[in-house]
């Protein structure tokens, strides 16, 4: 992978993001009647001006991406004409301004249930909770947990899927508590099973709270089948087929696919003497995995995918679908919960519960999306949906240069009958961009040690 490898992913969502955003804020003032000066995406000096409708708004593309803004007529910030006064934003109602603020965060949240709810109704394959065998010395070793057990629910909720299981815990985590999770094995008998989270440390970047359960992801040894080969890559190339099974590479006897796997990825660009069974009968090949960047390590690829048996993948994967009004109100769910979540964080990092080591800033989100978009358009939106939440809590915190901010003055206004003085609003402006900058600072920090570390 190259940079262009996450930088075009991230930028794609960050364009989307913004965009939605601000289209947001711009919808609502010219419902409410308020002229739209300029919708700039980005930043600094316009790269890209476009005037267009009766106001003639000016529509902007500038050179820092990281954010943009809707730029109304407002007395404020310049004269404004006799003719024109009742279409400025500094004009109307408290109740206008706070819809027209608002409009942007809440246009993030719409945009995250659209995401989900097309998700629901379309089916996304999901990887099923069924659990490897614990190691020993492990909570959930002492917990009675055993290799091929299905996850069923956590404390009686049912559970679908790995990740609903991992968020399930994540939560529960945050409050310290006892989760009783019900399994099922292979011959039906099912067990419950309790697990104190108060030791579990809260990280969602660096340290996963399954893994520190001992809880992990069931992976079978699958034989090392060719599937799908790409066309022009270095299997195919080399003669190999789908249907070969690679039984040896050099003098190593390969078991399983992941024995194929970690002997390519240490060889990128030397040649591996492969030998497969092909129709009864041995055959070999030279193969020179093409060396690839991952996380600034070269490893090796061969361009061949796992041949999956239907019995294995069922196993494996589940779809989650749901019927129209279903997956609306799954859609609903996962963005309240997830918003709650959020802020909670947020509590909780402020008063010392959580590690300010949540805080990631757009070096990791870059490389999220990155991933996100290797693995498939369904987890590229899934993390679309999650970064339009996570932006709009972000804008909803009551920190002045935020919308969250603008709205606290508009309720401070409506409880003493009259809009905030203009240097209680440049003290709060100063406050906040400190606070801005300290919140950036921090991000920055988190993202340049996970990356050193990586």
């Given at each position: 992978?190259?940079?262009?490898?996450?930088?075009?992913?991230f930028l794609l969502a960050l364009g989307i993001l913004i965009v939605v955003h601000e289209f947001g804020h711009y919808l609502v003032a010219r419902l409410c009647g308020v002229k739209v000066l300029r919708f700039s995406l980005g930043f600094g000096r316009p790269l890209l001006v476009r005037k267009a409708g009766a106001d003639q708004t000016e529509w902007v593309l500038s050179v820092f991406p990281l954010g943009g803004y809707v730029k109304m007529l407002d007395e404020r910030e310049a004269?404004?004409?006799?003719?024109?006064?009742?279409?400025?934003?500094?004009?109307?109602?408290?109740?206008?301004?706070?819809?027209?603020?608002?409009?942007g965060p809440l246009a993030n949240f719409l945009l995250a249930i659209v995401l989900y709810w097309g998700l629901y109704t379309g089916g996304v394959e999901e990887l099923r909770p069924r659990l490897a065998e614990p190691e020993?010395?492990?909570?959930?070793?002492?917990?009675?947990?055993?290799?091929?057990?299905?996850?069923?629910?956590?404390?009686?909720?049912?559970?679908?899927?790995?990740?609903?299981?991992?968020?399930?815990?994540?939560n529960l985590a945050l409050d310290k508590q006892v989760v009783?999770?019900?399994?099922?094995?292979?011959?039906?008998?099912?067990?419950?099973?309790?697990?104190?989270?108060?030791?579990?440390?809260?990280?969602?970047?660096?340290?996963?709270?399954?893994?520190?359960?001992?809880?992990?992801?069931?992976?079978?040894?699958?034989p090392?089948?060719?599937?799908?080969?790409?066309?022009?890559?270095?299997?195919?190339?080399?003669?190999?087929?789908?249907?070969?099974?690679v039984v040896r590479i050099g003098d190593s006897e390969i078991e399983s696919w992941s024995d194929l796997v970690a002997i390519v990825r240490d060889a990128p660009g030397r040649a591996l003497e492969f030998q497969v069974?092909?129709?009864?009968?041995?055959?070999?090949?030279?193969?020179?995995?093409?060396?690839?960047?991952?996380?600034?390590?070269?490893?090796?690829?061969?361009?061949?995918?796992?041949?999956?048996?239907?019995?294995?993948?069922?196993?494996?994967?589940?779809?989650?679908?749901?019927?129209?009004?279903?997956?609306?109100?799954?859609s609903l769910g996962q963005t309240w919960d997830t918003s709650a979540m959020s802020v909670s964080m947020m509590g909780r990092m402020i008063v010392g519960e959580v590690s300010v080591k949540n805080l990631s800033g757009p070096v990791t989100i870059a490389d999220f999306a990155g991933q996100s978009a290797r693995m498939g358009w369904?987890?590229?939106i899934k993390f679309?949906?999650?970064?339009?939440?996570?932006?709009?809590?972000?804008?909803?915190?009551?920190?002045?240069?935020?919308?969250?901010?603008?709205?606290?003055?508009?309720?401070?206004?409506?409880?003493?009958?009259?809009?905030?003085?203009?240097?209680?609003?440049?003290?709060?402006?100063?406050?906040?961009?400190?606070?801005?900058?300290?919140?950036?600072?921090?991000?920055?920090?988190?993202?340049?040690?996970?990356?050193?570390?990586?």
């Open positions: 992978m190259n940079l262009l490898d996450y930088l075009l992913p004269p404004v004409a006799a003719h024109e006064l009742h279409r400025a934003f500094n004009r109307q109602s408290v109740w206008r301004r706070i819809a027209i603020v608002a409009a020993a010395a492990t909570a959930a070793r002492d917990a009675g947990f055993q290799g091929g057990e299905l996850v069923r629910s956590v404390n009686g909720e049912p559970v679908e899927t790995w990740q609903e299981f991992r968020w399930k815990l994540l009783t999770i019900e399994t099922i094995n292979a011959s039906r008998e099912i067990g419950f099973r309790k697990l104190d989270l108060a030791g579990v440390v809260v990280d969602q970047v660096e340290r996963d709270i399954t893994a520190q359960l001992g809880l992990s992801l069931l992976r079978p040894r699958l090392a089948v060719l599937g799908r080969l790409s066309e022009g890559g270095p299997a195919e190339s080399a003669g190999l087929r789908a249907g070969d099974r069974l092909r129709g009864g009968r041995d055959e070999r090949f030279q193969v020179v995995p093409s060396a690839v960047d991952e996380n600034g390590r070269s490893i090796g690829r061969i361009g061949a995918a796992l041949a999956e048996a239907d019995d294995q993948r069922e196993q494996m994967f589940v779809t989650v679908r749901y019927g129209v009004g279903e997956a609306l109100s799954k369904a987890y590229y679309l949906a999650l970064i339009s939440i996570s932006l709009g809590v972000l804008n909803l915190m009551p920190v002045p240069v935020l919308d969250g901010g603008h709205l606290l003055y508009y309720v401070i206004e409506i409880i003493k009958g009259g809009p905030v003085s203009e240097r209680a609003m440049e003290i709060g402006q100063q406050i906040g961009m400190a606070l801005l900058a300290a919140l950036m600072a921090f991000a920055f920090y988190n993202d340049i040690n996970r990356l050193f570390a990586s």
